[in-house]
C-alpha cells in the first residue's frame, strides 16, 4: 500500500479541527502507474469519501478533494508541486503546507482569533519516523466559517 494511504492521510483524519473546512490537493504526474489510471483514481477516491470525507462529514466538518494531473517531462518534484499550488490557488486556499507521502502531521486541538483580528498563526508540526523516502506533494488549506 502507497505511504499516502498509510501515513499522511491518515492523520489528517486523526488531527483535523472541527472549525475548518479543508481542500486536500494531490497531483501526479501524467503516465503515473497508479494515480493516471482509472481504476487507481477510483481507488483513491473511495478511500477518500470511506476514510476522511464521511467520518469527518459525520463531525460537521468539510473536505474537498482536488485530483492534479502534471505534465511533468523534467520528472523533478518542482513542476508537481508548482501546478498543484496554482491549482490549489485558484481553488481559494489560503494556506499551502508541502508534505511528503509518508509524513504524520500534528496540529494543535484549537486556535484562537483574537478579537478584531482576520488571522492566527499555529504550528504544523510533522512526525519524522526516521524513515527516508522519496517525495511526494500534498497540500492542506483551512478557513474559519
Known amino acids: 500500500m502507497l505511504a499516502l494511504f498509510v501515513h499522511l492521510l491518515p492523520s489528517v483524519g486523526r488531527t483535523?479541527?472541527?472549525?475548518?473546512?479543508?481542500?486536500?490537493?494531490?497531483?501526479?504526474?501524467k503516465g503515473d502507474e497508479f494515480y493516471?489510471?482509472?481504476?487507481?483514481?477510483?481507488e483513491l477516491k473511495d478511500w477518500l469519501l470511506q476514510n476522511?470525507?464521511?467520518?469527518?462529514g459525520e463531525r460537521g466538518v468539510s473536505i474537498k478533494f482536488m485530483l492534479v494531473e502534471v505534465e511533468n517531462v523534467k520528472k523533478k518534484p518542482g513542476p508537481v508541486f508548482n501546478a498543484m499550488l496554482r491549482e490549489a490557488y485558484h481553488a481559494?486556499?489560503?494556506?499551502?503546507?508541502?508534505?511528503?507521502?509518508?509524513?504524520?502531521?500534528?496540529?494543535?486541538?484549537s486556535v484562537m482569533i483574537g478579537v478584531g483580528?482576520?488571522?492566527a498563526?499555529?504550528?504544523?508540526d510533522a512526525v519524522d519516523d526516521?524513515?527516508?523516502?522519496?517525495?511526494?506533494?500534498a497540500t492542506i488549506t483551512a478557513s474559519a466559517d
Not at 36 to 42: F, K, L, M, S, V
Not at 92 to 109: I, K, M, Q, S, W
Open 130 to 137: 526516521g524513515d527516508q523516502d522519496a517525495s511526494q506533494l
Open 36 to 42: 493516471d489510471t482509472e481504476a487507481g483514481q477510483e
Open 92 to 109: 481559494g486556499a489560503d494556506f499551502f503546507y508541502r508534505l511528503n507521502d509518508d509524513t504524520e502531521l500534528t496540529v494543535p486541538a
Open 16 to 29: 483535523y479541527d472541527c472549525d475548518v473546512d479543508y481542500l486536500l490537493v494531490i497531483a501526479f504526474d
Open 121 to 124: 498563526t499555529f504550528g504544523v
Open 117 to 119: 483580528q482576520a488571522s
Open 52 to 56: 476522511l470525507a464521511i467520518p469527518m
